[in-house]
């Protein structure tokens, strides 16, 4: 297990994503068609080859003596994504969300339960961490523990799945995430919702990241506070994630900007 128990960390378990950036230089063209293309400087023996973009790496190019850096973290915005991923539920969960409220110093206590849980069916070396708003002190969150559960087979449903299901939890939702497969698994005492991935998937890395700035950044704290208690009220039709989508988005901007391990210009979303 992990955090006071044994001394391990998700920090330990998740691998520090580092990607070194490529230099780049404009090619210019004489004959008729696209003035210019964007190589990446081959290394003597190799051909220039595309600089590839949208896949989650760190990019940097060099055009014009003007640095441009993409944090290894960022994802696109995608508007209507919660709703869109409805179509691969499996299942409900056994107890609804319920309202935001204050924060509740009992959290913290009924995470260890989930984590404790989990350690029971899979065994203590399995990496689990406390991430969503019930892991921010001084938020309003609905009260749902958020953990995310790192398993090494993780499409190999048979060796890890029915061990979960033997204590409490129920498998909800099969899917991707930015790419990563991800299965969403919920549990009802305490009211849980367990998010398994592979090593190395990017979205806990963004789970931890999101966690330690809204921490840390008081400003942020309440701006996803309010951004909550608009959502509760969208209009018809728009589920509650996605109607604070936008200011998920621009909170994750904020905390990229100011990562001093990684390059990041600004990436407004549209």
């Known amino acids: 297990m992990l955090g006071r128990r044994s001394g391990r960390s998700i920090r330990d378990a998740l691998p520090d994503l580092r990607v070194d950036g490529t230099r780049c230089r404009r090619t210019h063209r004489t004959a008729p068609g696209p003035a210019h293309r964007l190589t990446a400087r081959a290394q003597p023996g190799e051909d220039a080859r595309p600089l590839r973009s ?10 014009h003596d003007v640095a441009v850096g993409t944090h290894p973290l960022w994802r696109p915005f995608a508007s209507g994504s919660n709703a869109a991923r409805q179509l691969q539920r499996v299942a409900f969960r056994q107890v609804d969300p319920g309202p935001l409220q204050p924060y509740d110093s009992s959290w913290p206590d009924a995470f260890e339960r989930v984590r404790d849980l989990v350690a029971h069916a899979l065994g203590p070396d399995h990496a689990v961490a406390h991430v969503g708003s019930t892991a921010v002190p001084g938020t309003v969150a609905k ?5 995310d559960l790192l398993v090494p087979e993780l ?17 909800v939702f099969r899917d991707a995430v930015a790419g990563d497969p991800h299965r969403q698994l919920t ?12 090593p190395g998937a ?5 789970h ?6 809204l921490r840390s950044h008081p400003e942020d704290r309440q701006a996803y506070a309010d951004a909550k208690a608009k959502a509760v009220h969208a209009e018809d039709g728009v589920r509650y994630n996605d109607a604070k989508a936008s200011d998920v988005y621009d909170i994750y901007e904020r905390a990229f900007a100011a990562d001093p391990r990684h390059a990041h210009d600004p990436r407004p979303r549209p």
Request: charged fraction near 30%; proline fraction near 7%.
């Open 187 to 198: 549990l009802g005492g305490p009211n849980a919702n367990l998010h398994v991935w592979q």
């Open 202 to 206: 990017v979205e806990p890395q963004r």
């Open 208 to 213: 931890r990241l999101f966690v330690e700035w």
């Open 155 to 171: 499409l190999d449903e048979r060796a890890w799945l029915p061990r979960l299901e033997a204590v409490g939890f129920r498998l």
């Open 54 to 63: 949208g896949d989650g790496r760190r990019r940097r190019s060099r055009v």
């Open 143 to 147: 009260p749902v523990i958020d953990a």
